[in-house]
């Protein structure tokens, strides 16, 4: 029986050359599986007869919006996970469920390996193989561009004498990842780190320094779920694409960061995601009212090593999945309402809302109808600071 190999494609030149590559060099035939986790592009359709043009011998595509959505980056949302401090996780949320259907497809066509197109240098190598070793030990996995020298050069002579039906002309100076979270642009001229980015990198978002006039919505959420926008109900989908054209109308969601890759190297990124970075911003504020203060900050320590789970290709390992018990409870009472506006690059936090508030008005306030007792204050801070007390005594005797 002929080896079969499920290959993770996109419709571009590398997995498309790739498609004959595999067939060659490891004498296998290839299931192209597509998903769409919502990058936009080429018809799915389009995309599974290229892959049939090219030599697979199946195709599947899948609409995966939805649950890529609800599954992953809801997830993000609630965990308010952003690696190191700033990156919303748009690509390291995307690999795991491509994972998924990769997978399901080894096991409906009898595939031994799974193939992808990612270089030996970047992360996704890493989300791609430790997702795949997680859900299907058994599977083993290829990468044509790492393991067989898949060059550019190579592949764009290997389409020409095959005379494959993909364009091998035109060549962007980056290398652009993208789903409905956000987009990611490397490469180019952005690898000398003192270079400022242009505007023609950017596709999610306008001009922030551009003067127009402030967009004032109202974010919904229930148990940390966005639910509504302006009173209107929402999908998790939804949310995020209507916030990515409001909060991108106004420059929100772009970062400019050196980050640090899992393979030890430093790499500069240009990332836009208007809709992660407004959710998450107004869910970090709604957790602000109603999380109590032990949990909230307990919370952002879990919520760094999530990041940094996710970031590392871990979203399968037992470790994230404890740590989404602890997520999902935290959660439980982030029920509300938060304004924003959304204005110059920035949405900012105007009001909030919530039944399950733990902001009490008559304990905040300092002008009359103050419920709190003042006189106690000093007996607290006199054993609050007692150990250092003694210590000190003892250091400065």
């Avoid at 652009?176 to 980015?197: C, H, K, M, S, Y």
């Avoid at 920035?346 to 419920?371: E, H, I, K, P, Q």
Wanted: include cysteine; charged fraction near 25%.
């Amino acid at each position: 029986m002929t080896e079969r190999v499920v290959l993770a494609y996109s419709g571009g030149l590398d997995t498309s050359v790739a498609i004959g590559w595999i067939a060659e060099e490891a004498g296998a035939e290839v299931i192209a599986v597509a998903v769409d986790v919502g990058q936009g592009g080429e018809d799915l359709d389009v995309i599974r007869k290229r892959a049939l043009a090219c030599g697979a011998v199946e195709a599947e595509v899948a609409d995966a919006r939805d649950e890529f959505a609800e599954e992953y980056c809801l997830p993000a949302v609630k965990a308010n996970a952003l690696y190191m401090d700033r990156y919303p996780l748009v690509s390291a949320l995307s690999r795991p469920a491509i994972v998924k259907h990769l997978v399901a497809a080894a096991r409906k066509h009898g595939a031994g390996t799974v193939a992808h197109g990612c270089t030996g240098k970047g992360n996704d190598q890493v989300r791609f193989e430790a997702g795949i070793a997680a859900l299907a030990p058994d599977l083993t996995c290829i990468a044509p561009v790492r393991d067989y020298a898949m060059t550019r050069d190579a592949a764009i002579a290997f389409c020409e004498a095959k005379r494959l039906p993909i364009a091998t002309t035109r060549k962007s100076p980056y290398s652009i990842d993208q789903n409905v979270f956000g987009r990611a642009v490397e490469t180019g001229f952005l690898e000398d780190i003192w270079n400022g980015p242009i505007e023609d990198i950017y596709e999610y978002t306008q001009n922030p320094a551009t003067p127009r006039d402030p967009d004032e919505v109202v974010l919904t959420f229930e148990a940390g779920v966005p639910v509504a926008i302006d009173g209107r109900p929402v999908t998790v989908l939804q949310a995020i694409q209507e916030l990515n054209e409001r909060a991108g109308a106004q420059g929100v969601g772009r970062i400019d960061m050196v980050e640090d890759r899992l393979v030890g190297i430093k790499s500069r990124e240009v990332y836009e995601a208007p809709g992660a970075i407004t959710l998450i911003t107004a869910h970090q504020e709604l957790e602000n009212v109603t999380v109590e203060r032990e949990l909230a900050r307990y919370k952002r320590q879990v919520e760094q090593r999530w990041g940094e789970l996710v970031y590392d290709g871990q979203w399968f390992s037992p470790l994230k999945r404890a740590l989404d018990g602890f997520v999902e409870e935290a959660n439980r009472h982030v029920t509300g309402d938060i304004r924003m506006t959304l204005q110059g690059g920035r949405a900012v936090v105007t009001g909030r809302r919530s039944d399950a508030s733990l902001y009490d008005f008559n304990l905040a306030t300092y002008d009359s109808g103050d419920t709190f007792d003042q006189a106690a204050a000093k007996g607290f801070i006199d054993i609050y600071g007692l150990s250092s007390k003694i210590a000190s005594k003892r250091d400065l005797a």
